[in-house]
Structures are given as C-alpha cells and as structure tokens.
C-alpha cells in the first residue's frame, strides 16, 4: 500500500473551534480540493474545543502540504486560537477501504 496518513489533534482556545476552522477554509481548502489528497476535518463530540484532522495519501503529497507558501501564515493565524500546541503523529495505514 503506498499510503500515508497524518493525524493533527489541535486545542482550540475556549469558544474559537469555528474560527480555527475559518482559518483551515481560508488556507487549505483550495488546495486540499484540487489535489489528491483525501482530509477529514473534524469536531471532537466529547470536547467542544477539540478539532482532529485526519489526512490520507501518497507520502510526498502530505509532505508537500506542510511545504505550501501559505502554510507558515495559517499557522500564524491558528497560533492565536489554540490553548497548546498541535500533536502531529504520521501514521501508515494496514487496510484502507476505497469507494473510488
């Protein structure tokens, strides 16, 4: 399987889970949309200030996310709306089910 995975737990600061989430829209999603990468940007239903991504695809894909012009100003921006720092863990999936 030539598949990688990442996994982002942020925290955000109280109440600014949505404006996390602006930020995310504003700077990936048009890069997210057009490339092959599959993400999954979720609320936690446990903890209101919990947001944890989820992004499958071939290894130099993820790794070319991080490397985007814009990545340094969204993380500038979330910086200011979470209580601690993100947990980035790589992860290499065993069994992936594909609709496509």
């Avoid at 944890?52 to 996310?65: M, Y």
């Avoid at 601690?84 to 790589?90: D, I």
Wanted: charged residues 30%; negative net charge.
């Amino acid at each position: 399987m030539n598949k990688s995975a990442s996994l982002v737990m942020l925290k955000a600061k109280p109440g600014q889970r949505d404006e996390v989430r602006r930020v995310w829209e504003k700077y990936a999603r048009d890069y997210i949309a057009g490339s092959a990468l599959s993400f999954y940007y979720c609320y936690d239903d446990g903890d209101p200030d919990r947001i944890i991504v989820f992004g499958l695809g071939d290894p130099a894909s993820l790794r070319e996310f991080a490397q985007q012009p814009w990545f340094p100003d969204y993380q500038r921006d979330t910086h200011a709306l979470l209580a601690e720092p993100g947990e980035v863990r790589s992860v290499t999936p065993q069994y992936v089910k594909d609709n496509a």
